[in-house]
């Protein structure tokens, strides 16, 4: 029989320690003010759950949430089966597989501010390349700092830009991993090529497209820097999606009760959705 | 524009007032007056450079840029609105117009 040494825990205990600095106590010190009502000079008063109750009372709350819903739904439906079929049309070997790899790289690499700063200058109805294509010489109407479906088109535009590439490498690595025997297996059963993606190609896809969903799910549940740059929140509040709104009360108001209670629920959602779609996704392995 | 009974002079004309209405003004135009609109002090903040004071008007909390000497808690007080920053907003969207603007 094999004795348990208790004195491994030793070697986790470095590691908790980390994650006690970088993210347990900086969350509490969230929790704290939550609570509280501070007013300035160290003076806190107890708050209970005022805060929590008055945010979920509130439509601003319910609007931007609403808002950050449409907005990762909206970048999950299309860069998802995007990024499938670009995957699916990249070389399997030869000289193009290196250069296809690096090209869908490139918007990963660029930092989030300059990329909103680059949609800015793009889209810009009189300056930009884009913006004055099509209002001065296509002649269709496109002001994204005016028009509220502009400004949605845009900030989505810019995310399939900035994300597919993510889920074109990840499937693309699922892709390449499936043994040939599979592919051969199906010629000789004279599959079709939708029944080789359904029965080969998706199932052994699975797991990566997992990750590649949780990931963008909590990327764009999360995003700030680049629709912030792009339209600030703007036209009226229009793309002020759940961080924008949450920055606000917070640096703007100076709110820290409320942006403290806003920030839980805010991770609290993202740690829900995360967990459940995963434990479903994982339930049948 | 009147709010809590009060008159609000605005920077110039409005061109519609559908919808939800919002008086739109900086903390930093929110001036301590010895006369206007009177508010008590909630919350001062000491955030360095300056402080951000919490006034409730009635029910309406409104917050104002106070550079030193800010007022002590519970202090009643009289706030003026700089009237070239103040602005109407209807459903979120400005709907005044700076006097003297083209």
Redesign the interface.
Known sequence: MKTVNQRAWFFVLPVLLLVAFNALIPIMTVVNYSVQETFGNNLFFWEGLGWFEKLLHSDRFYSALGRQFVFTGLILAIEIPLGIIVALAMPKNGFWVPVCLVTMALPMLIPWNVVGAMWNILTLPDIGLLGYLMNHVLGITYDMTQNPTAAWITIVVMDVWHWTSLVVLLSYAGLVSIPDAYYQAAKIDGASGWAVFRYIQLPKMKSVLTIAILLRFMDSFNIYTEPFVLTGGGPGNSTTLLSIDLVKIALGQFDLGPAAAMSLIYFAITLLVSWVFYTLMTKDD | MYFNGQHIPLEGPVDKTTGLTQIGIRPEFVLLTPHGLPATVR?????GRH??VELMLGDTSI?AIVADGPPA?GDAVHVTFRQDHTRLYC???IASTAAGAP
């Open positions: 919350k001062v903040s000491d955030i402080n951000v917050k808690l459903d979120s969207w």
